[in-house]
Nanobody, 129 residues
Framework: QVQLVESGGGLVQAGGSLRLSCAAS????????MGWFRQAPGKEREFVAA?????????YYADSVKGRFTISRDNAKNTVYLQMNALKSEDTAVYYC?????????????????????WGQGTQVTVSS
């Protein structure tokens, strides 16, 4: 019922920056906890970042991206963002956004794919050396 569309991926040199966007359909975007995940070739999908519903006052990051990536949301635009700085080759992956309609951010579960009801199609991020 809810459609998520990622954009902003591309090729960037190590040390560079990229900003991903995820646009959501529907009228209840503000109620959703939103997350970003990524999947590299031959690897399992892994958690990147999550942001709480409404004002997005709570954020959580994987240790591998903490201090480099920033998740944010603009409810007026039904969009969640992932600002990626100081990119490394190991950041290369397909990045997916996801929405949890239940709305409450619980660290123990939002780092897994389980609570998310909706997923985008993914956008490729390639970091070259």
């Amino acid at each position: 019922q809810v459609q998520l569309v990622e954009s902003g991926g591309g090729l960037v040199q190590a040390g560079g920056s990229l900003r991903l966007s995820c646009a959501a359909s529907g009228r209840t975007f503000s109620r959703y906890t939103m997350g970003w995940f990524r999947q590299a070739p031959g690897k399992e999908r892994e958690f990147v970042a999550a942001i709480s519903s409404w004002s997005g006052s709570i954020t959580y990051y994987a240790d591998s991206v903490k201090g480099r990536f920033t998740i944010s949301r603009d409810n007026a635009k039904n969009t969640v963002y992932l600002q990626m700085n100081a990119l490394k080759s190991e950041d290369t992956a397909v990045y997916y956004c996801a929405a949890d309609s239940e709305g409450a951010l619980h660290t123990r579960v939002v780092v897994t794919t389980d609570p998310y009801d909706y997923w985008g199609q993914g956008t490729q991020v390639t970091v070259s050396s």
